[in-house]
């Protein structure tokens, strides 16, 4: 039978009991969860005695590669969560043995939750260990941002089309740039810094700030070197499995045919991936009303395909019903949406 551990908490560590002569073969503890690089075996307590070392006196094994990644993501650096340690050096396979290092069976639950996520850093972490591989993903950067260090907030002094306007900022001294998020506290919406205009008004790719509204900005996020954005370029990573070949151009502009269009495009299921379909609208024909004044056609009031002479309507732009509303037009054909940046990992 194996030993187990009796472990005592004591803050942020924790020490076992004195291990009685447990005989001269090689024995196994296995006890809560505990992260490798804090881990200290020793002969005497209190950090008294000799340091033992892995892979001379002892190995690990059981690691939970979750667990691992979890907590790395958590604390910010590499660590590796095991749970056996098995003593393999026979000079230490008698006699007592005390133990110390970070306890974490407590804290993992959090570990689970977003809250846990409280800097950029650490959920790019996590992200680019769980995405899957060449899995086009729909994210909203403009949160990723909002996980860094807030350069700036404020409340706008009046309104401009297209621009964020502060009389009481100062934009520059802030480190404001292009490419800088910027969020309206007021309704909740997003832009983009394109320029800096000055240390008091910014241009911005969105008109989403009226006048009198809140504001915060932060800056561009970096995604990790195995994430991209789906943009149109070419993958130049050699260490990645897919190097030179191009990327689909789901988000800039130019992703249609009229490079005008400022929006990317929805993903469509098929049974050929990569394939570039424009938007379009369905052929169909239009009926119109004919009030005839003079000339020939169809009768007064009548609906028809007639000549138009005179004293009639022509068919022109989509106006109201009278109950649905102005119809909006533009550019493209689309159904009512919410941008995201689309990423994908690439090794």
Not at 43 to 71: K, P, Q
């Amino acid at each position: 039978m194996k030993p187990r551990m009796k472990i005592t908490l004591t803050g942020t560590t924790f020490t076992d009991t004195p291990l009685s002569d447990v005989g001269s073969s090689a024995f196994s503890l296995d006890h809560d969860w505990f992260t490798k690089q804090d881990l200290a075996i020793r002969t005497a307590a209190a950090g008294g005695g000799t340091l033992l070392t892995e892979g001379t006196d002892y190995t690990l094994a059981t690691e939970d590669a979750d667990l691992s990644a979890r907590v790395t993501a958590a604390v910010g650096s590499g660590r590796n969560v095991y749970h056996t340690i098995t003593i393999i050096n026979a000079t230490y396979q008698t006699g007592d043995l005390y133990f110390s290092g970070k306890y974490i069976a407590d804290s993992l639950d959090p570990l689970k939750q977003p809250s846990a996520l409280v800097t950029s850093s650490t959920f790019l972490d996590i992200l680019q260990q769980t995405l899957p591989p060449f899995v086009p993903t729909g994210i909203h950067k403009g949160f990723v941002a909002a996980l860094a260090t807030e350069k700036c907030s404020g409340t706008t002094t009046s309104a401009s089309a297209g621009k964020l306007v502060d009389t009481g900022g100062d934009f520059s001294t802030d480190g404001v740039v292009a490419g800088d998020w910027v969020y309206n506290s007021t309704d909740g919406t997003w832009a983009r810094v394109t320029a800096v205009d000055s240390g008091t008004q910014l241009s911005i790719d969105v008109d989403v700030m009226g006048s009198g509204e809140g504001y915060k900005i932060w800056p561009e996020p970096s995604w990790p070197e195995n994430i991209v954005e789906l943009d149109g370029t070419t993958i130049s990573d050699t260490e990645c499995p897919v190097n030179g070949m191009k990327l689909p151009n789901l988000n800039a502009a130019g992703a249609y045919a009229d490079s005008s269009v400022a929006g990317g495009m929805h993903l469509r299921g098929g049974t050929t991936a990569g394939v570039l379909q424009d938007d379009q609208m369905q052929g169909h024909w239009h009926d119109f009303w004919v009030d005839v004044t003079s000339g020939t056609g169809g009768a007064a009031g009548t609906r028809g395909a007639a000549t138009q002479a005179g004293g009639g309507t022509y068919v022109r732009s989509p106006s109201t019903d009278g109950t649905n509303g102005t119809p909006r037009t533009g550019k493209e054909t689309r159904g009512r949406s919410f941008s995201v940046v689309y990423i994908m990992r690439i090794k």
